[in-house]
């Protein structure tokens, strides 16, 4: 039972362009959402969050969109660098309880 | 050092033989989990401690897991008789606990240890 899904494998963006990142979830008590990045041989690393009573949540180029009826939260990169080359992986949890994370999609941004 | 430290980095085992792994948490962190990534797939939930509460095992695969966490700090995943499918990074994660009004619920992680059994 996948309480957290990222539809797409894998997203190719050309440099300096939007990159979309998408993910949905299942289980209507997550309240809190957040994304990771990870590069090869290391551990995930932490991006960005957004609370269950906000829809939208911005640090500099990363923006995470919240969609709470349609149970879908986005991540926004702009502009893409190729530095930002790696697998995302989108997470949920409720307060007190475990973290799950999805398949993770990974960004391809070509210079 | 201040983050997550998992020891050993790779280990290489034959098949039915058993492994530790061990994770060092960020001090102060309550919570700590383990994951693991199989080649080509995602963060697989494994076990979560939180405080003294009794630990999340939703996520382990067999009886041949297991996990403890002493003195609510170190913690040590032990596989038992490994098995090729076992093979897989195996990550550690700390945090501070949820239920913080201010806290994130980051999740700080370490490098993993890279599992491979023949």
């Not at chain 1, 979309?20 to 991006?47: H, Q, R, V």
């Not at chain 2, 383990?34 to 996520?59: C, H, M, T, V």
Request: with cysteine.
């Amino acid at each position: 039972d996948q309480q957290v899904k990222q539809n797409s494998p894998s997203l190719s963006v050309q440099e300096g362009r939007i990159s979309i990142l998408n993910c949905d979830y299942t289980n209507s008590m997550f309240d809190y959402f957040l994304w990771y990045k990870k590069y090869p041989a290391e551990g995930p690393t932490f991006l960005i969050s957004i609370s269950s009573i906000k829809d939208k949540n911005e640090d500099g180029r990363f923006t995470v969109f919240l969609n709470k009826s349609a149970k879908h939260l986005s991540l926004h990169i702009v502009p893409s660098q190729p530095g930002d080359s790696a697998v995302y992986f989108c997470a949920a949890s409720a307060r007190g309880f475990k973290t799950i994370f999805g398949a993770g999609t990974r960004l391809f941004v070509k210079a | 050092g201040a983050g997550v430290s998992q020891s050993p980095s790779n280990k290489v085992t034959e098949k039915g033989k058993d492994v530790e792994l061990r994770c060092d948490p960020i001090s102060g962190h309550t919570a700590l989990y383990w994951y693991r990534q199989s080649l080509g797939q995602g963060l697989e939930f494994l076990i979560y401690f939180q405080g003294n509460s009794a630990p999340d095992k939703s996520g382990l695969p067999s009886d041949r897991f297991s996990a403890e966490r002493t003195g609510g700090s170190v913690s040590t995943l032990t596989i038992q008789r490994t098995q090729q499918e076992d093979s897989a990074v195996y990550l550690c994660a700390s945090s501070f606990f949820l239920r913080a009004r201010t806290n994130t619920g980051e999740l700080f992680f370490g490098e993993g240890s890279r599992l491979t059994v023949l």
